[in-house]
């Protein structure tokens, strides 16, 4: 499975951003997508996951302004961010997988601006 994922940006406090990632290839060996972050000098740590295009899960910290969103036709996997904190600057990475297998998608990054 290859992923290419898109999006990210410079964005004031408060602002949005809309991050997209789309898998190729061997897909139907996959029922879950999501997204990591990775700040500087910190942990990756998952944001989140959206399992057999319906069970969603989030990190703590993004729930409320985080959305993610699957795109079956399209193989797409979208992460809605709003209400962004310069706390969710980070290098984003897309994934996708099963129980037995993770693949991993370049980084882009997000920078919030205070």
């Known amino acids: 499975v290859q992923l290419q994922a898109y999006g990210g940006g410079l964005v004031q406090t408060g602002g949005s951003l809309r991050l997209s990632c789309a898998a190729s290839?061997?897909?139907?060996?996959?029922?879950?997508m999501g997204w990591y972050r990775q700040a500087p000098g910190k942990q990756r740590e998952l944001v989140a996951t959206?399992?057999?295009?319906?069970?969603?899960n989030y990190a703590d910290s993004v729930k409320g302004r985080f959305t993610i969103s699957r795109d079956n036709a399209k193989n797409t996997v979208y992460l809605h961010m709003n209400s962004l904190k310069p706390e969710d600057t980070a290098v984003y990475y897309c994934y996708s997988g099963s129980d037995y297998v993770t693949f991993w998608g370049q980084g882009t990054q997000v920078t919030v601006s205070s």
């Open positions: 290839g061997s897909i139907f060996s996959i029922n879950r």
């Open positions: 959206i399992t057999n295009g319906v069970s969603t």
